[in-house]
Nanobody, 129 residues
Framework: QVQLVESGGGSVQGGGSLTLSCVAS????????NGWFRQVPGKAREGVAV???????SVADSVKGRFTISQDNAKNTLYLQMNSLKPEDTAMYYC???????????????????????WGQGTQVTVSA
C-alpha cells in the first residue's frame, strides 16, 4: 500500500520560509515523478515543483527562484524549501507520486499524469501580509 505523508505546513508572515516534507512508502515504481501541487478553494490545482527519479527538476514560473525541490533517497523523503513566501502562496499543498511518463517529469505535464498516481493528505500553508 502506497502512502505519502506530508508535514511542515503552517502560518508564516510574508518574506518568511517553510520547508515541506513528504515521506513515501510502499511504492514500486522504478522510474517515477514526485512532485508538489497546491490548490486554493475555487481555483484550479497548480503544479509547483516536480522531481524525477533521474534527478531532473522542474519548477513553476510563479515560484522559480524562491522554491527548491529536493529529495533524500535514503529517507524516501521529498522536500519543498519555500523562501520569500508571499500571501499568494497561501494554499493547501499536496505531494504526489506517479509513474514517469515518456514526456518526463515537468510541471507542465504533471497535472495530466499525477491523477494516475498517489497523493498525500495535504498540508496547509498560510502566508500573511
Amino acid at each position: 500500500q502506497v502512502q505519502l505523508v506530508e508535514s511542515g505546513g503552517g502560518s508564516v508572515q510574508g518574506g518568511g520560509s517553510l520547508t515541506l516534507s513528504c515521506v513515501a512508502s510502499g511504492y514500486t515504481y522504478s522510474r517515477y515523478c514526485n512532485g508538489w501541487f497546491r490548490q486554493v478553494p475555487g481555483k484550479a490545482r497548480e503544479g509547483v515543483a516536480v522531481l524525477g527519479s533521474t534527478g531532473s527538476t522542474s519548477v513553476a514560473d510563479s515560484v522559480k527562484g524562491r522554491f527548491t525541490i529536493s529529495q533524500d533517497n535514503a529517507k524516501n523523503t521529498l522536500y519543498l524549501q519555500m523562501n520569500s513566501l508571499k500571501p499568494e502562496d497561501t494554499a493547501m499543498y499536496y505531494c504526489a507520486l506517479w509513474a514517469s511518463p515518456a514526456v518526463g517529469c515537468t510541471v507542465m505535464t504533471a497535472n495530466d499524469y499525477a491523477d494516475f498516481g498517489y497523493w498525500g493528505q495535504g498540508t496547509q500553508v498560510t502566508v500573511s501580509a
